[in-house]
């Protein structure tokens, strides 16, 4: 039997990084993929697919430039399904090519196959062509993500009704769209089409999108949304679904509204992709999403040589904050120290525009009673803002009035996903207001909008006090 120090079961953001650190503490290490390549939901139908669609759809349509030359400008007056493909193709072989590059140079074997377990200790691996392999493992890291969540009044079709996997393989761009559900995934795609022209819908049942998200700025990116027309529509459950003799979808809702569109994207969150891991053989249980459940600081399972990381434990369920899962799990099962995950990370939401955000948002700060103050930049305040055309953007900062630190920065507008590390850096680091008066930032950049919201905030606080 195959004798293993450390089996990764999935090759998504957390496994990959598991594997390798685990290597490279010297052991022997084995990563199973059912997938025909490794990578993950994040490179095949997640994070990078999509991250690429965004950017062919802002490249091609000249998005970034109508500020100056208005809504009707375009780079190339067609685009059709095949150029947005042709990209995303590249860029997914790249992103294995350094994947396997990465497993072989770090010695990681891999096996392809569905795995299963036999006991806490033994795998099973059903390879394509049906032959069963058994892995003998110390420990186990269960990096199998998840899988969109398909419910069964959906008439999904894989061609007008679709869920976030099956949206990569469209054939034609579709005229009309309605989204459901006003998750990331949903808003981030349904912004991505409207850049493309089609007139979308969003329908989701509560009565506020990206809830998690500080209210300013989920109130200016939906500003920004209406608009360019797109309709969100909150507080309404879809009934029922539909495919009209002409090939069109009929959307009903629970109030008796319906409305028809060239496609439906169903992408109201995703599942475990726990039920074929045959769980009771080795004494652990899924809840009802699918989800494992973790010690928070190590990702180690009930079962002590079992460990879990990634989208398969819940939130945040994201490609960047897995990775750091899979590495700290990895440590821990072969008896290396580990680091706890950091109190704040940063969210990234790939929607056009652009949110970022990282730390308290306002709301969060008045439920705890912290005096606050905030600051805001306009995009449109920055000489760089004036050079790319931009007339949206919004940096907004929240500081303590008692310990005058960051607690929050919030960020809608171009380049908001990486502006924000700025923001995430001082607040990890416990840094204050002072940092941003009292520092020079390259002029123009948009990172200047750091700047002018910390001196809007600093101007109302009042200076420090010296002792
Ligand atoms: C449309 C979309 C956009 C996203 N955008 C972003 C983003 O911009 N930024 C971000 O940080 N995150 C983003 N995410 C989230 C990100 O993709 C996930 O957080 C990340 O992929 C989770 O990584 P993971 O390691 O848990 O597993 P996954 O990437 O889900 O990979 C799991 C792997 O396990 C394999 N597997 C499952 N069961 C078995 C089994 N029994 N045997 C063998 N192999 C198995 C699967 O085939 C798969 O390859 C996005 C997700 C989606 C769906
Ligand atoms: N940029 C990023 O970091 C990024 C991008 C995409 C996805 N992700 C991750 O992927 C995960 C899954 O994203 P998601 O958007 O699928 O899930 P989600 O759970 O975040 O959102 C699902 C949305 O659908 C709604 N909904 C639930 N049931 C519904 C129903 N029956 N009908 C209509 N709407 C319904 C919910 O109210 C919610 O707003 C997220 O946790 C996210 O962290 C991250």
Request: aromatic share 8%.
């Amino acid at each position: 039997m195959n004798q293993y120090d450390f089996v990764v079961v999935g090759s998504g953001p957390a496994g990959r990084r598991a594997a390798i650190q685990a290597a490279k503490l010297g052991k022997k290490v084995l990563v199973i993929e059912k997938g025909t390549r490794v990578g993950g939901v994040s490179v095949h139908t997640g994070t990078i697919p999509s991250k690429t669609l965004r950017e062919t759809a802002l490249n091609l349509t000249g998005w970034r430039e109508r500020g100056f030359y208005g809504r009707s400008y375009r780079v190339k007056q067609e685009i059709n399904a095949d150029d947005l493909r042709r990209r995303l193709l590249i860029t997914l072989d790249h992103e294995v090519d350094v994947l396997e590059h990465q497993f072989a140079r770090n010695r990681v074997s891999q096996l392809r196959g569905a795995a299963r377990f036999i006991d806490p200790h033994t795998l099973e691996v059903e390879k394509d062509d049906g032959e069963l392999i058994r892995v003998h493992a110390g420990a186990v890291l269960l990096a199998v993500g998840t899988k969109p969540y398909r419910p069964a009044h959906i008439p999904f079709d894989g061609e007008a009704v679709l869920d976030s996997d099956e949206i990569l393989e469209i054939k034609e761009v579709p005229r009309s769209m309605v989204v459901i559900g006003a998750g990331v995934i949903g808003i981030e795609y349904a912004t991505i089409f409207s850049a493309l022209d089609t007139a979308v819908t969003v329908i989701e049942p509560r009565d506020t999108m990206l809830d998690f998200l500080d209210k300013e700025i989920v109130e200016d990116f939906a500003y920004q949304l209406r608009d360019r027309n797109m309709k969100l529509v909150f507080g309404q459950t879809v009934e029922k679904v539909e495919k009209e003799p002409t090939g069109k979808c009929r959307v009903t809702l629970q109030n008796g509204r319906s409305m028809i569109a060239e496609m439906v994207l169903f992408a109201a969150g995703r599942v475990g992709a726990t039920d074929s891991l045959n769980l009771e053989a080795c004494g652990l249980e899924a809840d009802n999403r699918g989800r494992l459940k973790v010690n928070p600081d190590t990702f180690q399972t009930s079962v002590s040589n079992i460990y879990a990381a990634g989208d398969v434990v819940g939130f945040p369920s994201l490609a960047s904050t897995s990775m750091e899962q899979g590495r700290i799990a990895a440590r821990h099962a072969v008896g290396a120290p580990a680091h706890e995950p950091p109190q704040y990370f940063p969210y990234g939401i790939y929607a056009v525009p652009e949110i970022s955000t990282c730390g308290l948002t306002e709301e969060e700060v008045q439920q705890r009673g912290i005096p606050y103050e905030c600051g805001v930049a306009h995009f449109r305040e920055t000489s760089r803002g004036h050079i790319m055309g931009l007339d949206s953007g919004l940096l907004k900062m929240i500081f303590s009035l008692k310990t005058r630190r960051l607690l929050g920065v919030h960020i809608v507008g171009e380049g908001a996903t990486e502006l924000v590390h700025i923001g995430q850096a001082v607040l990890n680091l416990k840094g204050t207001v002072e940092y941003f008066v009292e520092n020079t930032f390259n002029y123009p950049t948009l990172a200047e909008a750091y700047k002018i919201a910390g001196l809007d905030a600093w101007n109302r606080m009042g200076e420090l006090k010296k002792e």
